[in-house]
């Protein structure tokens, strides 16, 4: 069975930081390009961080850039995205998704996690 398992979320004070990870079940991750999208209370879903299947080429969303950084690990079957100087708008649940390419578009990706659950707060 193919799977996306998303762990290290939690609860974190602002200017906080975690590292979450997206692990491959059933197949090789090293194929896909994978993208973090993350989806707040009331809110659409958004585009976070992406990276290549390779991990040559990165993309973050503008409100993440330079706080945000996403790696993977092909050798582990998993990818990150480490998270720093959190803040409160940062809460949501963050997914992750493998796709056949780098793209901001939902519809490319065809695989998802179940999601894990990121609030900062004091």
């Known amino acids: 069975q193919l799977q996306l398992v998303e762990s290290g979320g939690g609860l974190v004070q602002p200017g906080g930081s975690l590292r979450l990870s997206c692990a491959g079940s059933?197949?090789?991750?090293?194929?896909?390009?994978i993208g973090w999208f993350r989806q707040a209370p009331g809110k659409e879903r958004e585009g976070v961080s992406a990276i290549s299947s390779s991990g040559a080429i990165t993309d973050y969303a503008d409100s993440v850039k330079g706080r945000f950084t996403i790696s993977r690990d092909n050798a582990k079957n998993t990818v990150y995205l480490q998270m720093n100087s959190l803040k409160p708008e940062d809460t949501a649940v963050y997914y992750c998704?493998?796709?056949?390419?780098?793209?901001?578009?939902?519809?490319?990706?065809?695989?998802w996690g179940q999601g894990t659950q990121v609030t900062v707060s004091s």
């Open positions: 998704a493998a796709g056949r390419f780098l793209t901001w578009f939902e519809r490319h990706y065809d695989y």
């Open positions: 059933g197949f090789t991750l090293g194929y896909y390009a």
